[in-house]
């Protein structure tokens, strides 16, 4: 089935925004940029948990060796404010009507800043429910 004009300019739009945004992203990295841009991509697009580096190492997105992976690790950096103003730039997405629709994540795990007995042991997560007094929320805006 053959797609109207008015979806090929949506879909085009979308990536030519992800395209921008890579553009941005890869501007934030100082410092071995190549091989932490790549890293990034292999982490995004490996199926499954990423469990060591070394699976990180071995997908097809990371076309460098091992030893880049580490020296990317090590010696590379990210411009974390310009990171932060990037992403605030992003479009947000909306349904069709124009409205944003947003979902919300709750965490178990406590608040860093939350005032709990566990935070003068040195933990932050506990298997006891605490019936979500000390969840961390995180709303987020899904197309």
């Not at 404010?81 to 069709?96: E, N, V």
Request: charged share 25%; hydrophobic share 40%; glycine share 10%.
């Amino acid at each position: 089935m053959e797609k109207s004009v008015l979806q090929q300019g949506d879909q085009r739009e979308a990536f030519a925004t992800l395209s921008r945004f890579r553009d941005d992203f890869y501007d934030c990295l100082n410092g071995r940029g190549d091989a932490l841009f790549e890293l990034t991509d292999a982490l995004l697009c490996t199926d499954g948990p990423v469990r060591t580096l070394v699976d990180l190492a071995l997908a097809p997105e990371h076309r460098r060796g091992h030893g880049a992976l580490y020296g990317a690790l090590n010696k590379g950096g990210l411009d974390v404010d310009r990171l932060r103003r990037t992403i605030a730039g992003l479009p947000l997405p909306k349904a069709t009507d124009g409205r944003l629709v947003l979902a919300v994540d709750v965490s178990p795990w406590l608040r860093p800043d939350a005032a709990t007995c566990l935070s003068t042991l040195g933990r932050l997560f506990d298997h006891i429910n605490f019936l979500g007094r000390y969840a961390f929320t995180r709303p987020t805006a899904v197309a």
